[in-house]
């Protein structure tokens, strides 16, 4: 386990000081980035929040459920960002509410990382609360993981993630071709084309990145706000 990944453990057991605040571009907290541990799989109204905001926005996600349900989502959280310890989610709650969540992949000794199922979830909040959210983890990335890039593979039609990604700073690395598989219980999944498989869907990743030095300069002011609270 590399320390970045026993820093995620620690995080999600609870060892550490785990929240991370959110500010704004005045200073002020706006909201706290919570990570999500085994005993959240217990949090009945967050596995549902989890469950209706992926419902709602499916076709923002590679991987695409076709009977969804509580308990898929709770094996998912307890397997997936609970379980493997290259990953992390955390639950974004803004003025003691939960409204969406975050998350980190690939976290291991490539000082790499990529930003996974960002989510505000409830409507109405706006574009800037989803950016303070996206600085926060990016930031958190740098300084605390220690990694020199973060990225995001980004679906070509999920204009909204691509648009969030370029307000932080983030660049088309490269396209990647997808292609479809779907399973016999119905569950598509894209996938990076390999270089023998043909072509069988019109989807791709744009994969953006953002390097600590670029972020670090292109955000000094708003950095500067964080480490003063």
Not at 19 to 45: F, H, M, W
Not at 87 to 106: D, E, N, P, Q, Y
Not at 207 to 228: D, P, S, Y
Request: net charge positive; hydrophobic share 40%; charged share 25%.
């Amino acid at each position: 386990m590399s320390k970045a990944q026993d820093h995620l453990k620690n995080m999600k057991l609870g060892r550490s000081s785990a929240s991370l605040p959110v500010i704004d571009r005045n200073g002020y907290e706006c909201a706290q980035l919570v990570p999500i541990g085994k005993a959240d799989t217990q949090d009945d109204y967050l596995i549902k929040s989890i469950f209706k905001w992926r419902n709602r926005h499916m076709e923002s996600f590679a991987t695409r459920i076709a009977n969804p349900s509580i308990e898929k989502t709770r094996s998912y959280l307890e397997n997936i960002p609970i379980g493997k310890p290259d990953r992390i989610l955390f639950r974004l709650i803004a003025k003691g509410k939960l409204v969406g969540h975050v998350g980190l992949c690939s976290v291991n000794n490539t000082k790499i990382c990529d930003i996974d199922n960002l989510m505000i979830g409830e409507v109405g909040l706006g574009l800037e609360l989803a950016m303070f959210c996206e600085l926060t983890l990016l930031h958190f990335c740098f300084d605390q993981l220690d990694v020199s890039e973060v990225a995001a593979d980004v679906l070509n039609t999920n204009r909204a993630a691509y648009g969030l990604h370029r307000l932080v700073g983030m660049k088309v690395k490269e396209r990647i071709p997808l292609i479809a598989t779907i399973k016999e219980n119905g569950d598509e999944f894209l996938t990076p084309r390999l270089s023998s498989q043909r072509l069988n869907s019109d989807v791709f990743f744009n994969r953006m990145t953002v390097n600590r030095e670029l972020f670090m300069t292109t955000h000094k002011q708003w950095i500067e706000g964080l480490k003063a609270i």
